[in-house]
Structure formats: structure tokens, C-alpha cells
């Protein structure tokens, strides 16, 4: 444990030791693993007789600081191991869950209906060649034939520059460099097959005939993602959870 919260001498500042990478030693970026509060104790020298350098406030900022990431799962994926990418998987799922619960009874407050967390599969009532996932809130109203199909994020809040690149680029619509959906690629996709079944989704939420879709991508806090996707507007409206009786008006 105390080799791991150990900063080690370097001959060259630039250098960084095997297993880390140049972001982790780059002052301007946050949750970098060579930094003080995740290595509070510094070791002066290298000899037989090690001397390491350390202040009590320190060591317990250091470990509010990493418990806590840890916990929320809030660390990049790449400085974790499978178990504790196990771990910010389920913490996220659970974050996502709590959201979608306080969007869907913040819609019922407004006079729709409904649920949360509704596979597509028991929407359509069929199976498909690839998962669509679920649909994190299903409102509808039968009197206009309305029915919201909404994603729902409550995202980690991003500091720097190169940390909103980074989340940006989750929400492109796109393929990422490993061949996987983004986030909106997905809610897109799913969009796309509701489309072609418009019969069973009516059928599910008891509207006659096709109802009209609605594609929305709901964040709880204010995020870039709101003026990026301007170009997408045709195919998703973007917004915050303070701004939904403004948008969700029935």
C-alpha cells in the first residue's frame, strides 16, 4: 500500500514511470494518478535508507479524495482494473436509475404517464439481431398521441478544456475508435427501430393508430452536449431536468 501512495524522485520531470502515461503527470488535468493527492508521500531520496516526506491533512485529503472518486466511480476507465471497472459500471447504472426515476415522476407531476427503464423488446413485443438496450422514460399522452422516448444522463461535471473534449465526444452520434456505439449512436439507433414500429408502440401505451415519437436526450445538470448537438435538433432535443416543464408542455 505505501509503495502505491508513494511519488517517487524522477531524473527527468517529463519522464513518467512505466505503467503511467503523459497525461498522469500533466498539472492541468485532474484526476492524474502523479499527483500529490493520490501519492501523498513523497520520497526524498533513493538509498539504503529511504526517507519519505509527508503532512497528516495531507494523507486524509488524499483519502477523502480517492475513496470518494473510487466510490462514484469517477476515475477514467483506463486506471482501473476489471473489478473496479466493474464497480464505476454499476455505480454509474445506479446514478442513471436514480435520474430516470426523478425524470419520470417529475413528467406524472406534469400529467403524463410513465415508466422507467423499458427494454425494447417488451415494448415492440419482439426480438431483434442486435440489443437496443432499454429506454430510460417512456411518457406518453393519449389525448395527443404523444410519446416521449428519453435518454436520460446524469454525467460527471468536467473541469478542463481537454475533459469536455472528452465527453463530447460521447455524445457525437457516432462510432468510437473501438468499433462501439456512443452514447447518442445508441439512443439514436433505438430511435430508429421505434420508428419502423410505430403500431406496437401505440398498442403498448394504449394510443390507437401511430402515435407521434418524440426523441429527447435529458442531462440533470447544465452540460457543452446543449450547444454541440444544435446540428442534431431534427433528430434529438436536448435539455436539462430544470428546464422540463418548458420543454415536456402537454
Not at 436514480?98 to 407531476?109: G, H
Not at 462501439?180 to 433505438?190: G, I, Q, V
Not at 401505451?205 to 446543449?226: C, D, T
Request: hydrophobic share 40%; aromatic share 10%.
Amino acid at each position: 500500500m505505501l509503495d502505491e501512495l508513494t511519488l517517487l524522485p524522477r531524473d527527468e520531470w517529463r519522464e513518467v514511470p512505466p505503467g503511467y502515461n503523459d497525461r498522469d503527470r500533466q498539472p492541468w488535468r485532474f484526476r492524474r494518478r502523479l499527483s500529490l493527492l493520490r501519492k501523498p508521500f513523497l520520497q526524498i531520496e533513493e538509498g539504503n535508507e529511504t526517507v519519505l516526506l509527508f503532512a497528516p491533512g495531507q494523507i486524509r485529503d488524499s483519502f477523502v479524495y480517492m475513496l470518494g472518486n473510487f466510490h462514484r466511480g469517477e476515475f477514467p476507465q483506463e486506471q482501473l482494473n476489471p473489478k473496479m471497472k466493474s464497480w464505476a459500471g454499476k455505480s454509474a447504472d445506479r446514478r442513471g436509475a436514480a435520474f430516470s426515476a426523478e425524470v419520470a415522476a417529475k413528467l406524472v407531476e406534469m400529467g403524463w404517464q410513465a415508466e422507467t427503464e423499458v427494454r425494447v423488446t417488451k415494448l415492440l413485443g419482439r426480438g431483434f439481431d442486435m440489443d437496443y438496450g432499454d429506454v430510460d422514460v417512456l411518457a406518453w399522452d393519449a389525448a395527443s398521441s404523444r410519446v416521449l422516448i428519453i435518454e436520460c444522463k446524469d454525467v460527471h461535471y468536467r473541469k478542463t478544456y481537454g475533459e469536455i473534449s472528452e465527453q463530447l465526444a460521447d455524445f457525437r452520434g457516432e462510432l468510437r475508435d473501438d468499433g462501439k456505439r456512443d452514447y447518442l449512436l445508441k439512443h439514436l439507433d433505438r430511435m430508429g427501430v421505434l420508428q419502423q414500429h410505430l403500431t406496437e408502440v401505440g398498442r403498448r401505451v394504449g394510443i390507437a393508430g401511430q402515435p407521434s415519437l418524440e426523441s429527447h436526450l435529458v442531462f440533470k445538470n447544465p452540460v457543452p452536449m446543449q450547444f454541440a448537438l444544435k446540428f442534431m435538433e431534427e433528430r434529438v432535443t436536448v435539455s436539462n431536468f430544470d428546464k422540463l416543464p418548458t420543454n415536456f408542455v402537454r
